[in-house]
């Protein structure tokens, strides 16, 4: 043996036992591997490779003097690739580093067993092993030693192809593991980035269909998940603007031939390969622009995957959602965008979230597909309404009524949105859903604010149909009152479209006890010029539970600009009579500017042709009244002064309507006087409250009223007794009132209040004409001792009062009943003071005396008689001083006094009264020089007195 021989045996045999040291130390740590030795122990795994790759270079031809050393070296390899194969079963995340590092000390050690001159199943198991450690290293992310190894099975490949194997019998053994060493270098190809190799490896496995065929199933199973897997990275390294797309579809073409071919029976996990590849080469087409091929792949992919069990899979929805996607890119029909959309629908969970999310966010993005996009909102509405998973208030469903009222809010053609909610709405109604509080305000709320756009925009009649949508019963039992304000909402519409008949026709389906309601109605009657039915409405808002005083002011506001001034007055009486009655005075004040409001505008209704003024100056009257007690009121707490501007604005505006009234106003002497006495009432807590100094023309207006005001009563009870009824009780109040009113004046008189002349002598005047009042009043209730003392007080009250006298002489004159002493003294009072103050007429004193000398002459007593004469002889004075001219004593009076001063002292001398006789006899005789035919007359008086007087005195 030569030298060089023996140094190689030499140096193979120190590589073997560096191996077999290693191998010793390295065998107790694979048992329990230590997570803190593992790169120690991988190091020493790539020891043992790279010796024994070096002992399998050094070895030298001859076989017999290593083969015992190959051996061993074979043994140890076969037992380090079996315990690389417990140890990738282990659970350890960090396993495939190590098992890498196994299986490439395992290839090596085995290959260095290896014989010179294998046999065809040897080189079949070592290019099994080489491809297996190649794909490993690959995978762990040892590419270089990957790439050695890799190396080493093109070696093996190479003279597994030349070997001779003429009746195949290792054919099948040959092609498999050639298509596991293409595979393997394909693998390793393309994670070290090297594609174009790794697409050259792909066509030599596919190349050759008959050797291909060879494969076991699950070796074609598993190579088509590889060159799937491939193009999945393809695609997701790649974007689809690079045109990557088409490399993908190679990949994914080769992956599919081979799947195709896969029986479906003989693995469990074949149908979903199968379907796994279509769906990337779907995507491949369809990043690739191949629209028509993608499609054609998801054709007959879809069949496929809706026969699955797990149809409902998200990778299975991705695919019908891929589909949709193709359609819209070549702008399919609306029919078969519906297809796929429903397709979508039946195999996802209706009531996930993030599906509706999904399903309403690509619909977004079709608004303008307005049919479409609405026919999907009511299928999936449809399906949801369906599914068992959809409880009483689901989110889902809420979602989609939402999505379609938006989506509708969109649509040009407005009566097919209308009905497309509407047919929406019954649908989720009959359906027996209810939508819960939250969610019907939330339709109702995006409804109202649809609408709310189309009547600013002026779009009444659109603006009214939005409104009235949302009074679909679907939304009442969620928010109750939500109907009634959507008729509200779209009766106001119709009120701004002149379309007053709708409104009001809208308006009555809402409830009548509503305030609301009520102030719709007003808007519609007023617009229309219905002015009853306004004013009804008013009453009736007022009436309302919930009403609220600022529709009031709102209707203030529309009934002035309206000029409708009856709808105005009824508004700004509720607005009065709601008005809180406090103790504050911001209220006071409020209330009695309201009042001013009021009686201004009856004031012009007055004046109108067709006013109804019986109830207008009621409504006035009524007004008056309350600012009179307002004004008491506010001088009770001293703060008159916020509104005593507006008490005499109301006094005077009392006044004067009064004074307007005595002219124009048929029939309504009571309501004159009523005028006039709250004009005096307010015009009395004016100088009451006042802090300074009222000036005199004050004064004289509150005496003006106060001498109308009771004036008025009395008239009024005069008109309401012309049929002989005598009420005694309004008699008594007025008797009470005249002497109240009497006494009021005196009291400003002496306060000497009134200092003008005129003014003066007008008041005395007023004084003297509520005597009169007095006595005719006390004259009707027959209180004859009560009238007495009101004689003796008009007889004292100077010279102003002889019209008060004939007025008080008519009254006792003409009334039946009065006592004979009454009358008399109280004609004898009147005749005296007439006398006394020369200012009666001469008629008037004819007829009372006349009157006077009848009662005294009656009771024929010698005082009677003598106050008789004297009254007579005053009558010969007076017919002295009137004895011609238009104010003569009258000649039939001059004839009554003459005969009865005739008879009178004929029966005194009769009666052998000579002194009386005689006085009455010259009386007589004086009177003859006034009368026709006087001096005959006296002549004969002087005859018969001489001769009479003969017979009682003979001597």
Known sequence: MSARKKKSL??????????????????????????????????????????????????????????????????????????????????????LPLVAALRLAAFRLIEAGLESKPGISTLVHILQLASKTGATLSEAGSGDAAGTVLTSAARYDELLKNAEDP??????????????????????????????????????????????SLLPPHDR????????????????????????????????????????????????????????????????YFISGAYDRAEAALDELVPTIDGLKENERPEYQELRWQKLAILKHRKAGDVALLQAYKSIIDHMTVSSESNITDLLHDLRGSSHHYVLVTDVHRYCLEQLLASEQVDGDSDSVNRILLSLIVHCSKDTDHPRAIAAMDSAFTATSEAGYSL??????????????????????????????????GSHALFRGGSPTSSAKCFRKAALCYIEHKECAKASAVIRRCPANEAATHYVLFLAAVHQGLEDEAIRATRDMVKAADFDRKMLLLATQISYESEMKSVLLAVLDGLLRTLK??????????????????????????????????????????HFNTAKILAEEA???????????????????????????????????????????VARDMLSTCCESSPMDVDADVYLHLINATFSGVSGRVFAGRIAAKDGTVDATRLRENAVQVKASKEKILTIMDKNKITDAEDVVRVEYFLHVLRVFEVEILAQLKEWEQLSKIISEVVTSGPLGVGTYEAIADILWSEPECPINVLLTGLEAILRASLDHNALSVDKFSRWLRGICTIILARNTPADRLKAIGYVEQAVTVIDQNKEGDDAYPMEERNWVLGTAYNTGFECLESSMLDEAKRWFEVATLICKYVPGGEERAEKISDTYMHLLARYNPT
């Open 10 to 95: 030499a140096d193979i045999q120190q590589i073997f036992d560096s191996i077999k040291d290693l191998v010793i130390t390295v065998k107790p740590q694979l048992d329990k591997p230590d997570p803190e030795g593992r790169l120690s122990l991988i190091e020493k795994l790539r020891q043992i490779a790279s010796l024994a790759e070096s002992f399998t270079e050094q070895r030298p031809k001859s076989t017999k003097s290593w083969l015992p050393l190959s051996d061993e070296l074979d043994q140890e390899g076969v037992n380090l690739w079996n315990i690389s194969g417990l140890v990738q079963q282990s659970p350890h995340d960090e396993r």
């Open 167 to 212: 009746e195949g019998v290792h054919r099948v053994e040959r092609s498999c593991a050639s298509i596991v060493y293409f595979s393997a270098r394909m693998e390793a190809a393309w994670k070290e980035g090297n594609h174009g190799v790794a697409a050259f490896m792909s066509q030599k496995i596919t190349d050759d269909e008959n050797r291909l």
């Open 221 to 284: 199973e598993r190579l088509a998940r590889k060159l799937h897997e491939i193009a999945k990275s393809v695609l997701k390294l790649h974007s689809p603007e690079g045109g990557e797309g088409n490399d993908a579809v190679g990949w994914i073409q080769k992956a599919f031939g081979i799947a195709d071919k896969l029986d479906d029976t003989v693995g469990l996990g074949i149908p979903e390969l199968k379907v796994a590849i279509l769906r990337t080469m779907a995507r491949a």
């Open 436 to 469: 819960s509080n939250l969610a019907a305000t939330a339709s109702l709320t995006l409804i109202w604010q649809y609408g709310d756009r189309y009547f600013n925009a002026k779009r009444w009649v659109d603006a009214a149909e939005w409104f009235l949508a």
């Open 581 to 622: 009655m406090e103790k504050s005075g911001e209220t006071v004040v409020e209330a009695v500017t309201l009042i001013r409001c009021i009686i201004r505008l009856v004031l012009k209704l007055l004046v109108e042709p067709a006013a109804n003024k019986p109830v207008l100056i009621e409504t006035l009257i009524s």
């Open 635 to 677: 001088s009770k707490d001293k703060s008159i002064h916020r509104i005593i501007k507006d008490i005499s604005w109301l006094w005077r505006t009392a006044y004067n309507c009064a004074v307007q009234g005595c002219a124009e106003w048929d029939r309504s002497e009571e309501r004159i006087w009523q005028l006039f006495e």
